[in-house]
């Protein structure tokens, strides 16, 4: 089991990419699904480390309740990411 500390040292550590990696890149992604662009092979593999991480971290938030509002958000920014990612594709000419 983990101390207190490594699970606030492992939030501290997630927080700190979120802000500076991930959120930045998800608005960029954001601005493009919203003028219609798709998700690129690249976009998916970035989604999918997300996911693996939430996975990481979902036992964690659940024992720290104050993490719950900034993880449910997080999580509901990049559903709504794939949802449009998957919309555009789909509305996408074929080919």
């Known amino acids: 089991m983990r101390s207190k500390?490594?699970?606030a040292g492992t939030f501290t550590v997630l927080i700190q990419r979120f802000n500076q990696q991930r959120y930045p890149r998800a608005k960029a992604l954001?601005?493009?699904l919203d003028n219609g662009g798709c998700l690129s092979s690249h976009d998916i593999q970035l989604l999918q480390r997300v996911i693996a991480d939430c996975y990481f971290v979902l036992p964690?938030?659940?024992r720290n309740p104050h993490h719950q509002s900034l993880a449910a958000?997080?999580?509901t920014l990049y559903t709504g990411l794939i949802k449009q990612g998957?919309?555009?594709q789909r509305s996408?000419?074929?080919r």
Do not use: F, G, M, S
């Open 86 to 88: 998957l919309e555009n």
């Open 30 to 32: 954001k601005k493009r």
């Open 60 to 62: 964690q938030v659940r």
């Open 73 to 75: 958000k997080a999580i």
């Open 92 to 94: 996408q000419p074929t």
């Open 5 to 7: 500390d490594d699970e």
